[in-house]
């Protein structure tokens, strides 16, 4: 199982940028795609994530208000739509994907994602 991250790229401080995690590969029924990042000498950190089970997301405080989380209606794309991106924002950004049960409620970036993509470097300068 795969996932492919797309759209990372350099951006000035206030701009926006949108990663697309490909999760065609992910045959399960339902799953959540959590968009972690990691910055140059600090740990990985989860951003944002979704749940095809009942459509919950959940953001990471300091980006609420400034990212949106999404997915493609007919198809197995998940989007994280960045604005308003800051220099603190830059960092590696991976998209994981965890599989669900049906009634699974709600969507967490503790769950243990097992499968994750590549990466995608996202640069913001000042």
């Known amino acids: 199982v795969q996932l492919v991250e797309s759209g990372g790229g350099l951006v000035q401080a206030g701009g926006s940028l949108r990663l697309s995690c490909d999760a065609s590969r992910f045959t399960f029924d339902d799953y959540t795609i959590g968009w972690f990042r990691q910055a140059p000498g600090k740990e990985r950190e989860g951003v944002s994530c979704f749940s095809t089970a009942d459509y919950s997301t959940n953001y990471k405080d300091s980006v609420k208000g400034r990212f949106t989380i999404s997915k493609d209606s007919f198809g197995p794309t998940v989007y994280l739509q960045m604005d308003n991106l800051k220099p603190e924002d830059t960092a590696v950004y991976y998209c994981?994907?965890?599989?669900?049960?049906?009634?699974?409620?709600?969507?967490?970036?503790?769950?243990?994602?097992?499968?994750w993509g590549q990466g995608t470097q996202v640069t913001v300068s000042s």
């Open positions: 994981a994907g965890a599989p669900v049960g049906s009634d699974y409620v709600g969507c967490s970036l503790d769950l243990g994602y097992a499968y």
